[in-house]
């Protein structure tokens, strides 16, 4: 398993100076677990937010505050809403040597043949599986392979994916990963503006629709 650093510092600045620290290129953060009472610590911005941006959510990270080395997974990254800046994040402090219950991401790998058949797109369905294992066995992320879907209507459920080894499935086996949908096509009826001009030498009146206004009112309605 690698090793993924973070050196950290005790931080005593708590409350809106935290400001502070933040413009100093730092980034407050707290470490908490069963085992660790809630350390508060402070991490250099440029190297939190390149290893965060770099690894996955079950990535263990090894955070080294004052030499001693806190095993930890992250559990909430806050972020400025307009620039993005890492604001916060809180660690879970965690024991090598116990199971641990967490969440991993999908990823959909492969080509599914459908799509080159049919008119077809791949539609996702369950994006993180909850898991339980020993740390060290945690996956980074679990890859399905779509090359199974080859018609429309085909589909995948987590009772499909293949087993991890030290790795138990806590979520339902019933639960969709991904299905093969046909694209649904709007076709217009499209009034030749001959058979209008036609009408109005006839004397009919021709039919006048407001779309937008009939859409608008449709919309609203299925929302």
Same mark, same amino acid.
């Given at each position: ?61 090894? /955070? &080294? +505050? %004052? ?5 930890? =997974?992250?559990?909430? *990254?806050?972020?400025?809403? !307009? ?58 992320? /679990? &890859? +399905? %392979? ?5 018609? =429309?209507?085909?589909? *995948?459920?987590?009772?499909? !994916? ?59 309605? &299925?929302?």
């Amino acid at each position: 398993m690698e090793k993924v650093l973070l050196k950290a510092e005790l931080r005593t600045i708590i409350g809106k100076k935290v400001k502070n620290l933040r413009l100093a290129g730092k980034v407050p953060a707290v470490i908490y677990g069963s085992e660790v009472k809630s350390l508060p610590i402070t991490l250099n911005k440029k190297d939190t937010t390149n290893t965060l941006n770099k690894y996955s959510g079950s990535t263990i990270l090894t /955070i &080294e +505050v %004052d030499g001693k080395e806190h095993a930890a =997974l992250v559990r909430e *990254i806050q972020q400025d809403y !307009i620039k993005g800046d890492l604001l916060h994040v809180d660690f879970l402090a965690i024991s090598l040597k116990e199971k641990l219950r967490t969440s991993v991401s999908i990823t959909l790998v492969g080509v599914a043949p459908v799509l080159e058949e049919y008119s077809a797109l791949i539609v996702s369905g369950l994006d993180q599986i909850e898991v339980e294992c020993l740390p060290q066995d945690l996956p980074e992320v /679990i &890859e +399905v %392979d779509v090359s199974s879907l080859e018609e =429309l209507g085909a589909a *995948i459920y987590l009772k499909d !994916i293949p087993t991890i080894e030290k790795v138990e499935f806590l979520s339902d086996p019933e639960e969709l990963i991904a299905v093969a949908s046909a694209i649904k096509e709007e076709v217009e009826e499209v009034v030749e503006e001959e058979e209008i001009l036609e009408d109005v030498e006839e004397g009919a009146e021709p039919e006048v629709i407001e779309r937008g206004k009939d859409d608008e009112g449709d919309a609203s309605e &299925e929302a």
